[in-house]
């Protein structure tokens, strides 16, 4: 059973930085797709990256558009977790952000592609 672990959560200012964090455990790691979806206060969930495995140590990396050049997805394969970094902040980031991970190597923008669901982390970003 894999089981996911987010954290990295907090108040920014707007332009501000901050990177979250999924440790993933039960799984083998570098061959889970992952993605990362938001919440926002009276909207439905979101989705904001993802990245999957597609053979070898190759990925495929996808992004929302509002988030495209700002997020990316580094990831420490050692300690089997992955981030969202998330650069230029606005306020309209502000959400609690979930990590997720599927039973294999695929991911995307759909959430039924997941199965497995981190517990949030707040994320704030003031103006």
């Known amino acids: 059973q894999v089981q996911l672990v987010d954290s990295g959560g907090g108040l920014v200012q707007t332009g501000g930085s901050l990177r979250l964090s999924c440790v993933v455990s039960g799984g083998t790691f570098s061959r889970i797709g992952m993605g990362w979806f938001r919440q926002a206060p009276g909207k439905g969930r979101e989705f904001v990256a993802s990245?999957?495995?597609?053979?070898?140590?190759?990925?495929?990396?996808e992004y929302a558009d509002s988030v495209k050049g700002r997020f990316s997805l580094p990831r420490d394969s050692a300690k089997s977790t992955q981030f969202l970094q998330m650069n230029s902040l606005k306020p309209e980031d502000t959400a609690v952000y979930y990590c997720a991970a599927g039973r294999g190597p695929n991911a995307g923008r759909r959430s039924d592609l997941y199965d497995f669901w981190g517990q949030g982390t707040q994320v704030t970003v003031s103006s």
């Open positions: 990245i999957s495995w597609t053979g070898g140590k190759t990925f495929y990396a």
